[in-house]
């Protein structure tokens, strides 16, 4: 039970991170498509998925080796070990920056698009630098230190957007400013953060023993593929788009992936981030009963925040994009039926590859991947010359179907899911409850959508509660945070 609750207060912890997070990523991207126009919204859309790109591959996966290595050696170990993976990233992203920005240089230049070359050298500095921040954070991942982890994240991915709508109260908002912005406040989070962690001893720079290196990258490289993978499906779809549309057509599906995508990173980033490095720990040590029952309880609760999330923004869909971002973008809301079942699978994707990873399978997962990419863009050149934005978003969701399915077939061998315990057709029920609570309901202002989002909220986990989708030991573990005095009127 103490175990249960330290991550239950690490899931508190991240949430509240996580929720400041969500608070200044919308505000900013309130600001942002009521601000740009939609054809520079489109780029900033292209260059920001061109980061995340960048990002795995100057990682080299090697975050994610930290996090399976690191978990269970000594504490002098775990330090020597990560000083000779920060050394060797280190080297990699320097020689990667050049050849990188030398690359975009000589394409940008060659397709007369001189006016994305400023922006994209600083994506690519910026992408380096939260690389490196990566590998610091998920050292506090393997110690089971979630929620710095999560801030460390935090101010590497998020907070710069604070300043940068600081300064669009004086100054107005272009792309060169925001990724100007983003790279001044990136370098300064990321030399702080080393700064304390080297006044805590943590070695940043370390003697390479080539054969653990090698056994880093036979590890982490497919998973650096997966990155790509991921990052070919993200982006395929825009660069096609802009092949064969416009800037605007870009533009207004990036805007409604963009929201589906917070409800996908709202519903899994807290559970996951605060779960996984404990099944790793315990399959560690040989304890997969309990890592199993970890992975169980993932499933459990993210299904239980994304599947009312998604059912919630589909049936107030006008509602919300109105509020968000006003009738700017109101002629894209036809994309969200065909697009919203994608949260939903990479959800699922996203923790079953947690299982493959634990079982050292990253070949697999890089060979899934592959087919997803092929799936892909096969789609997208048959479906977006003729039906532009519906036909990225028809393919997409096809495509992270098909990988879900692929992923459950690889799977199935490792995972034990225990549906009495994860309780999904009770979760169903009290979601379908919720949707008659606001079915009917059509709020015309903030206020109105801020409450019809909380009441509906409300019976959700009233519904979980009476239909008992919770057991005993969850309801215990809840009632042990909350004043005793409360139980005993």
Partial sequence: MKQYRRMTKQIGGIYIIQIVDFVLMFLFFVILTRTLSQSDYGLYSILNVTILFLIGM??????????????????????NKFGQIFTFALLINIIGVILVSLLGYIILNYISYNALILPMIMAILISSLIALGNLIAYYTYAKTQTIRTTFIDFMLRSAWTLPVMLLAVAYELSIDLIFLTKLIFTFIVLSSVIAYFKCNKLRFFNRMDIKYIKKALIFSLPLSTLIVSQWIITASDRYILKLFHSDIIVG????????????????IFAIVMTIYPYVVENFNKGNKEKSNFLINATFKYTIMIILPSLVGFFLLKKEIVTMVSGIKYINAIPIIPLLIIFPLAEVINSILRKILVLYHKTKTIAFIYLIGII??????????PKYHYFGAAIATSITYVILCILFFIKTKEYLELDYGYIKLGKIAISTTIMAFSIIFIHPQNIYTKLMTILLGSIVYFLSLYITKAYVKEEIDLIKSFLPKNIFNR
Avoid: C, H, W
């Avoid at 100057?58 to 330090?79: V, Y």
């Avoid at 929201?259 to 996908?264: G, H, K």
């Fill in 58 to 79: 100057m990682g080299l996966g090697l975050s994610s080796f930290i996090s399976r290595d690191l978990p269970g050696n000594k504490e002098e170990t775990q330090k």
């Fill in 252 to 267: 207004k599906y990036s805007y409604i992936y963009s929201l589906l995508n917070y409800i996908f990173a709202f519903s």
């Fill in 375 to 384: 799936v892909n863009i096969v789609l997208n050149l048959l479906l977006i």
